[in-house]
């Protein structure tokens, strides 16, 4: 198929325009109520906030991996200089960009912290710092001010790649120059390290210090896995949705969800290939200060979480997207995107809520108040970056090889 022929349509809709800007009110409004409710009911359980913060904190970090995902992909696009994936491109780059909203959404987490609070992280309680010997030991990085630092640094990393490949990419809308096209390709490589950086390092300061006499050495990768899965699924399910309202439909192919569903079904197996690395390792170890992370996780109601997430996140859908007939239908690809981001969002789960409850599962109106509100204000801010901006690059040098693009 020739360049000329492979254009986008003129009657092709790539723009949400007004009716981005229109969904992103009725959404925020929905966040903030979310939020105040949340917080409403963490304040009447009289537990000195502990839920609110460890479901905020679980929330939180579900939707910021949904973005820490989008920019992954974008990422990696442009460091393989691929022309398969440039029609969904621009959908990855909007949840990229979205860091200014989620900027502001961690404010309620680290603000606590530089104010002396240590109703979410142990380490920021004196008294239990002069108990533990190990503690003390990590108290010249796990201090308020050194973790307001590293938070700080992290979001400048993630804004300044967000905004700049968006950026880029939307000029070239206007420009058509294939000369930012190289530019961001040969930046790509030293913006993934620092990708990679930072998001360990954020995994470990907002996540794994929860309980911080834990460490494991692979638990950034391990997050960053369940982020590129969350990610994944949440491009698939915004290009179906998208085309059900009518938008990208000639723009995003078959062949497109089938590659999508490809990535999808490896980050799923590479999920479970670095869970059950940092399991084995530690389990064959068996060193006191390293089980003792599992053994709460291993006791009680929590094993039974721990199976439904081995089934949930790994087996039923390796199975479920192991065929190609799965990730070239749109409903079953559908399908099993949701049922990612629910497992995702289990996984999360997994991992932080442990520290507030160990005897029980702490699932209550809490966790689903704040999901909504977190979620709300997140859609809120992809809306008013996605109607900014067309929902394709329109004068990218390699669109003509994405919408002639055949699977082989």
């Not at 190990?134 to 300044?160: E, H, I, S």
Request: proline share 4%; aromatic share 14%; glycine share 8%.
């Amino acid at each position: 198929m020739q360049a000329e022929a492979a254009q986008i349509t003129a009657t092709e809709r790539i723009s949400l325009g007004s009716q981005g800007r229109r969904l992103a009110g009725p959404a925020l409004a929905v966040g903030l109520a979310g939020l105040a409710a949340g917080f409403g009911l963490g304040w009447l359980r009289d537990d000195g906030l502990k839920h609110f913060f460890h479901s905020y904190l679980l929330n939180y970090c579900f939707f910021l991996s949904l973005s820490l995902g989008g920019m992954f992909f974008v990422l990696i696009q442009h460091v393989t200089r691929a022309g398969w994936s440039v029609s969904v491109r621009r959908l990855a780059e909007i949840l990229a960009a979205n860091i200014f909203w989620l900027t502001v959404l961690v404010l309620p987490l680290v603000v606590p912290v530089l104010l002396g609070n240590s109703a979410l992280y142990r380490w920021n309680d004196p008294a239990a710092v002069a108990g533990s010997e190990l503690l003390q030991v990590k108290t010249p990085y796990l201090n308020p001010a050194f973790f307001g630092v590293r938070a700080l640094v992290y979001f400048l990393v993630w804004w300044c790649l967000g905004r700049y490949y968006l950026g880029r990419s939307v000029q070239q809308d206007v420009s058509g120059d294939p000369e930012l096209t190289i530019r961001m390709e040969r930046r790509s490589p030293a913006a993934l390290i620092l990708f990679a950086v930072t998001v360990t390092f954020a995994a470990f300061d907002w996540l794994m210090s929860l309980e911080p006499e834990w460490f494991s050495t692979i638990y950034g990768v391990y997050f960053f896995s369940g982020a590129v899965v969350g990610g994944l699924a949440t491009l698939i399910l915004a290009a179906i949705g998208l085309q059900a309202a009518g938008y990208l439909r000639d723009s995003i192919t078959t062949e497109h969800y089938h590659d999508l569903g490809k990535l999808l079904f490896a980050f799923v197996v590479f999920w479970g290939y670095i869970a059950f690395s940092q399991y084995m390792l530690i389990w064959y170890a068996n060193i006191p200060e390293e089980t003792t992370w599992y053994l709460a996780r291993q006791s009680g109601p929590w094993v039974w979480l721990s199976l439904v997430l081995l089934f949930s996140h790994l087996l039923i859908p390796f199975f479920g997207l192991l065929s190609r007939e799965a990730k070239r239908r749109k409903a079953i690809l559908g399908f099993w995107a949701a049922w990612l981001l629910a497992a995702h969002w289990l996984d999360l789960y997994y991992l932080v809520m442990p520290s507030l409850c160990g005897g029980r599962l702490p699932l209550g109106a809490i966790d689903a108040c704040l999901l909504v509100g977190v979620g709300g204000i997140y859609a809120a801010g992809v809306f008013r970056v996605a109607s900014a901006c067309a929902l394709v690059p329109q004068r990218d040098p390699r669109l003509a090889e994405s919408l002639a693009f055949e699977n082989i």
